[in-house]
């Protein structure tokens, strides 16, 4: 099956600028994660959809990261205004269902640098 | 208390050799522990993972040990290869309750020297 697919890989913007990732689950994984993973550490996650529900963003910055999964398939993360601290590689992640003890699968991520 | 505590943050290894990393947990509540290796311009890939009711899960070269009372758990990497050579990171969750929310380690850089 094929795995999950983020475009794009890289992006370069400036600060204040605006900035979009995709992401593509795997085929009938009904669970989406996006995680941001900063240089040096561990994947850290920002919000969780079950279907096209947003049901963890707990740690999502809303006052200028916002997502979107319409029609419970694709996402998209957004970033308005970025930030010199946003400079990481934002993971997405899908799982066939919620639950603690199911794999999650992840794409290669797009790295972000603002400058 | 939802940290994981990974180490050494780099580990340089023999070919053949044994690898072993450790990671610690504070939240009791946790109940799912998986291994990731990341190659670099990927994601994450789950390499191995452990419940508490076992002690010892092998797979392969690869083995987790778990220590439920000292809220510890480590990777053991057995006949190490230069293939190995990745970041590795531990992990924990929580299986019931239905979030899925995966706490990660710092990581830990392996390399293995032929």
């Known amino acids: 099956e094929a795995g999950v697919v983020q475009s794009p890989r890289y992006k370069i913007i400036e600060k204040k600028q605006p900035v979009a990732f995709w992401c593509n689950p795997i085929s009938g994984h009904n669970t989406l994660y996006w995680y941001r993973q900063n240089l040096g550490q561990g994947p850290e996650l920002l919000i969780r959809y079950e279907n096209e529900e947003a049901v963890d963003d707990s740690q999502l910055p809303k006052d200028r990261f916002s997502a979107e999964r319409l029609k419970g398939v694709d996402s998209t993360l957004k970033i308005q205004p970025a930030e010199l601290g946003d400079s990481a590689v934002y993971l997405c992640?899908?799982?066939?269902?919620?639950?603690?003890?199911?794999?999650?699968?992840f794409g290669p991520g797009t790295r972000l640098t603002v400058l | 208390q939802q940290q994981v505590k990974q180490s050494p943050q780099s580990l340089i290894v023999q070919k053949g050799g044994i690898s072993i990393i450790n990671c610690a947990y504070e939240n009791t509540a946790f109940d799912y522990f998986p291994w990731y290796q990341q190659f670099p311009g990927k994601g994450p890939a789950l390499l191995i993972a452990i419940r508490p009711d076992v002690s010892e899960k092998k797979e392969g070269r690869f083995t987790i040990s778990f220590n439920k009372s000292a809220k510890q758990f480590s990777l053991h990497i057995m006949d190490s290869q230069p293939g190995d050579s990745a970041t590795y990171f531990c992990?924990?969750?929580?299986?019931?309750?239905?979030?899925?929310?995966?706490?990660f380690g710092q990581g830990t850089t392996l390399q293995v020297k032929p």
């Open positions: 992640a899908s799982s066939r269902r919620a639950g603690g003890g199911n794999e999650q699968f």
């Open positions: 992990a924990a969750s929580i299986v019931y309750g239905n979030t899925g929310k995966l706490i």
